[in-house]
């Protein structure tokens, strides 16, 4: 065990059910310089061992000895009333325990959805959106690819697992004067074996995906355009061959 690992981040790794049943029992800081946070887990009587200082060593010591008791008092009656008050400090330790140990599974638990966070605080998105938790990771460098359409050919191509044709031959129009057409990049899915089904499909996911990569990553004055292609290998001698508007050779 990594001896620079906390109990707390131990126990609420592996057992964070049992986050407000642990007692704990303070040995010292002392042992801190050779043994782990944690020296020891009864799993039976969820019980702790810490090698960290109590909230009794930490009070002052002539909270509880005078100079009056030392003296009358021999070692033994000294070390027995030591450990009554750990004994009776231990409810308060395990209390102060179990709240750090609280803290520790919100912050485990707010490190696990900060994507989902920022996405949504941040970019107005929603983790449903399976298309954007894929990307999630790219939307803060998302600046420094815009443009960058061999980029977004990759992207596609990881995001819908088959290979991607881009062509930025084609041009557009918002209007039907052909004095105002604009640049255009298409990039064509290749998809091997696609039936009607699986066609609707994607096509559904893909204008999500199109206004997403138009926002952040095409530039302003260049429209993207996503459309599936039934993709087949090389034609073989004696092959039958169903050609449509849709298939790709």
Same mark, same amino acid.
């Given at each position: 065990?990594?001896?620079?690992?906390?109990?707390?981040?131990?126990?609420?790794?592996?057992?964070?059910?049992?986050?407000?049943?642990?007692?704990?029992?303070?040995?010292?800081?002392?042992?801190?310089?050779?043994?782990?946070?944690?020296?020891?887990?009864?799993?039976?009587?969820?019980?702790?061992?810490?090698?960290?200082?109590?909230?009794?060593?930490?009070?002052?010591?002539?909270?509880?000895?005078?100079?009056?008791? #030392?003296?009358? !008092? &021999?070692?033994?009656? =000294?070390? +027995?009333?030591? *450990?009554?008050?750990?004994?009776?400090?231990? @409810?308060?330790?395990?209390?102060?325990?179990?709240?750090?140990?609280?803290?520790?599974?919100?912050?485990?638990?707010?490190?696990?959805?900060?994507?989902?966070?920022?996405?949504?605080?941040?970019?107005?998105?929603?983790?449903?959106?399976?298309?954007?938790?894929?990307?999630?990771?790219?939307?803060?460098?998302?600046?420094?690819?815009?443009?960058?359409?061999?980029?977004?050919?990759?992207?596609?191509?990881?995001?819908?697992?088959?290979?991607?044709?881009?062509?930025?031959?084609? #041009?557009?129009? !918002? &209007?039907?004067?052909? =004095?105002? +057409?604009?640049? *255009?990049?298409?990039?064509?899915?290749?998809? @091997?074996?696609?039936?009607?089904?699986?066609?609707?499909?994607?096509?559904?996911?893909?204008?999500?995906?199109?206004?997403?990569?138009?926002?952040?990553?095409?530039?302003?004055?260049?429209?993207?355009?996503?459309?599936?292609?039934?993709?087949?290998?090389?034609?073989?001698?004696?092959?039958?061959?169903?050609?449509?508007?849709?298939?790709?050779?």
């Amino acid at each position: 065990m990594n001896k620079e690992i906390s109990a707390e981040m131990l126990l609420n790794y592996r057992y964070p059910e049992r986050m407000r049943q642990w007692k704990v029992t303070s040995k010292g800081t002392f042992y801190r310089n050779y043994s782990s946070d944690a020296m020891a887990i009864n799993l039976v009587e969820n019980k702790v061992q810490l090698a960290r200082d109590g909230f009794l060593r930490l009070l002052p010591e002539g909270l509880f000895f005078n100079e009056k008791s #030392r003296e009358e !008092e &021999s070692a033994n009656q =000294r070390q +027995w009333r030591l *450990m009554l008050l750990s004994k009776a400090f231990i @409810p308060i330790d395990s209390f102060a325990f179990r709240n750090k140990l609280q803290l520790e599974h919100e912050v485990d638990r707010l490190l696990q959805e900060k994507w989902d966070l920022i996405l949504h605080r941040v970019f107005g998105y929603t983790a449903q959106q399976s298309i954007y938790s894929e990307v999630a990771g790219l939307l803060p460098q998302m600046r420094n690819r815009k443009g960058d359409l061999l980029f977004v050919q990759a992207l596609l191509a990881t995001l819908c697992h088959c290979p991607v044709k881009l062509d930025q031959s084609h #041009r557009y129009s !918002e &209007s039907d004067s052909r =004095r105002c +057409w604009m640049p *255009m990049a298409r990039f064509e899915l290749l998809v @091997p074996d696609l039936d009607a089904p699986n066609y609707r499909r994607l096509h559904n996911e893909l204008d999500s995906l199109t206004e997403f990569i138009e926002e952040w990553l095409m530039p302003f004055d260049v429209k993207c355009d996503i459309v599936v292609r039934q993709h087949n290998d090389a034609a073989q001698p004696g092959d039958n061959l169903i050609l449509d508007y849709n298939t790709e050779l």
